[in-house]
T-cell receptor, first 111, second 117 residues
Framework: GEDVEQSLFLSVREGDSSVINCTYT??????LYWYKQEPGAGLQLLTY?????DMKQDQRLTVLLNKKDKHLSLRIADTQTGDSAIYFC???????????FGQGTELSVKP | GAVVSQHPSRVICKSGTSVKIECRSL??????MFWYRQFPKQSLMLMAT?????????EQGVEKDKFLINHASLTLSTLTVTSAHPEDSSFYIC?????????????FGDGTRLSIL
């Protein structure tokens, strides 16, 4: 089955860029997603990228996709303390559309 | 953007009680909704796929008699945890996919924190 891996923690200083990485195993995945979860809350869809794209930029967020290496990254420019949260990458699995989530990366932004 | 509402946000009840959680898509119709469970400091695990007008599809290891799912309309799916016990305490989150088939993203509710005493 599909396996999605993320590093567990990332700590950056306010104003720096953050890069959160994700690797997956199923090369047939067509869409890949990034979600943000704040403490005690549900998941907020941040952005998603189609597999025929290499990059997608949306304001401070940049998603890079390397299909050959099955590697996905989320870059947050000018990271703010309000960006502190857990970030999940998610990959659809099979034709049923269910999502397989990575373990989540806890981003800590220090002033 | 698409909004999914989940209710209640928190439940505390005694062991043996049955608890119903509602998931509504507010501004779109969702033929498919998903129910996830999240333990503290862990990722989300899919429990079941809820299909409007038909039976839910449960993931391996999830007891369908324990976690009853009803998807009676295009905007509402319910999860009932029957005879809940302390080990059922968890964070339950639903999601709904926008119309347009498999190429549309899923939007999540704010989750329900269930605590069984």
């Amino acid at each position: 089955g599909e396996d999605v891996e993320q590093s567990l923690f990332l700590s950056v200083r306010e104003g720096d860029s953050s890069v959160i990485n994700c690797t997956y195993t199923d090369s047939s995945s067509t869409y890949l997603y990034w979600y943000k979860q704040e403490p005690g809350a549900g998941l907020q869809l941040l952005t998603y990228i189609f597999s025929n794209m290499d990059m997608k930029q949306d304001q401070r967020l940049t998603v890079l996709l390397n299909k050959k290496d099955k590697h996905l990254s989320l870059r947050i420019a000018d990271t703010q303390t309000g960006d502190s949260a857990i970030y999940f990458c998610a990959v659809p699995y099979n034709q049923g559309g269910k999502l397989i989530f990575g373990q989540g990366t806890e981003l800590s932004v220090k002033p | 953007g698409a909004v999914v509402s989940q209710h209640p946000s928190r439940v505390i009840c005694k062991s043996g009680t049955s608890v119903k959680i509602e998931c509504r898509s507010l501004d779109f119709q969702a033929t498919t909704m998903f129910w996830y469970r999240q333990f503290p400091k862990q990722s989300l695990m899919l429990m079941a796929t809820s299909n409007e007008g038909s039976k839910a599809t449960y993931e391996q290891g999830v007891e369908k008699d324990k976690f009853l799912i009803n998807h009676a309309s295009l905007t509402l799916s319910t999860l009932t945890v029957t005879s809940a016990h302390p080990e059922d305490s968890s964070f339950y989150i639903c999601s709904a996919r926008e119309p347009g088939g498999l190429r549309t993203p899923q939007h999540f509710g704010d989750g329900t924190r269930l605590s069984i005493l």
